[in-house]
């Protein structure tokens, strides 16, 4: 199914794609809190992602410069009954595992406020681009809960647990320095330049060969889950896919020509 199909089903999402790089902006005013809908609307748009062949990279942000997303919707989070959390709790972490597992790389482009589960999305995407004026909290505990996303795992395989429990015990907000120097964003830009950034590195990322690509991100992803041997044995099997396709083929073909190669994702 092509984008340009399923565009228009979307009611809190904007896609474009440009030179193979998806943009996916959450619209959703004010600050593009999350609700049911919205996961619903991104899982959607990854499994297109995941399937389109013109799409090699996948940058995600929020609309406006006040937000990137400020969370979950709490006044549906407040009404709802514990059947209903759960169901739509369910429908998050498929959404984020989507976003985790995609063979496409995603980078967010974090152009202000990452609060609870859009911390939780920025944390799911391989890449973070955060505008200087970016700011970063798990404020759950204040509220009486927890993340529910993913968060509690995914921010200590980053920073460790020792300052990973500390921000979440305290909910406390930090800047985009202080994320960059604990490793959470691999860039600071000035404000406004957030996307800007994203998209460039996205498009340097699109020119490398797709299936490389892919297979960097399941021995990384799947091999930080495992002990160092299994780890070497999934890197060893990506290897080898990576050398058996045509891409593979044609990139040391052109080394030992001293050429630029020409990689057509095969």
């Known amino acids: 199914?092509?984008?340009?199909?399923?565009?228009?089903?979307?009611?809190?999402?904007?896609?474009?794609?440009?030179?193979?790089?998806?943009?996916?902006?959450?619209?959703?005013?004010?600050?593009?809190?999350?609700?049911?809908?919205?996961?619903?609307?991104?899982?959607?748009?990854?499994?297109?992602?995941?399937?389109?062949d013109d799409v090699h990279v996948v940058v995600i942000t929020g609309a406006g410069e006040k937000a990137f997303v400020a969370g979950a919707d709490i006044n549906e989070m407040a009404g709802a009954d514990l059947v209903t959390v759960v169901k739509n709790n369910k429908i998050s972490r498929n959404m984020f595992k989507k976003v985790e597992n995609s063979?496409?790389?995603?980078?967010?482009?974090?152009?202000?406020l990452a609060l609870g589960g859009g911390f939780e999305l920025a944390l799911a995407c391989d890449l973070r681009v955060a505008s200087e004026n970016a700011k970063f909290a798990f404020p759950e505990v204040g509220l009486g809960i927890i993340p529910g996303g993913g968060g509690t795992q995914r921010l200590q395989?980053?920073?460790?647990?020792?300052?990973?429990?500390?921000?979440?015990?305290?909910?406390?907000?930090?800047?985009?320095?202080?994320?960059?120097?604990?490793?959470?964003?691999?860039?600071?830009?000035?404000?406004?330049?957030?996307?800007?950034?994203?998209?460039?590195?996205a498009e340097k990322l699109a020119k490398q060969p797709p299936v490389a690509l892919q297979m960097?991100?399941?021995?990384?992803?799947?091999?930080?889950?495992?002990?160092?041997?299994?780890?070497?044995?999934?890197?060893?099997?990506?290897?080898?896919t990576a050398f058996s396709t045509e891409d593979g083929k044609e990139g040391l073909v052109a080394f030992t020509e001293k050429r630029k190669p020409n990689y057509k994702g095969k």
């Open 157 to 201: 395989k980053i920073i460790g647990q020792g300052l990973a429990k500390e921000l979440l015990y305290t909910g406390e907000m930090f800047t985009a320095e202080q994320a960059l120097s604990w490793h959470i964003v691999n860039k600071v830009v000035p404000a406004g330049e957030a996307l800007a950034a994203a998209k460039e590195l």
């Open 216 to 240: 960097l991100k399941l021995a990384v992803n799947t091999g930080a889950n495992t002990d160092i041997e299994s780890g070497l044995i999934i890197e060893s099997n990506s290897f080898n």
């Open 1 to 52: 199914m092509s984008i340009e199909n399923v565009v228009t089903e979307y009611k809190y999402l904007m896609v474009e794609v440009e030179n193979k790089v998806a943009t996916v902006t959450i619209n959703r005013a004010p600050v593009n809190a999350l609700n049911a809908q919205v996961y619903q609307e991104l899982s959607r748009i990854f499994d297109v992602l995941d399937a389109n």
């Open 103 to 112: 063979t496409k790389p995603v980078i967010a482009a974090l152009n202000g």
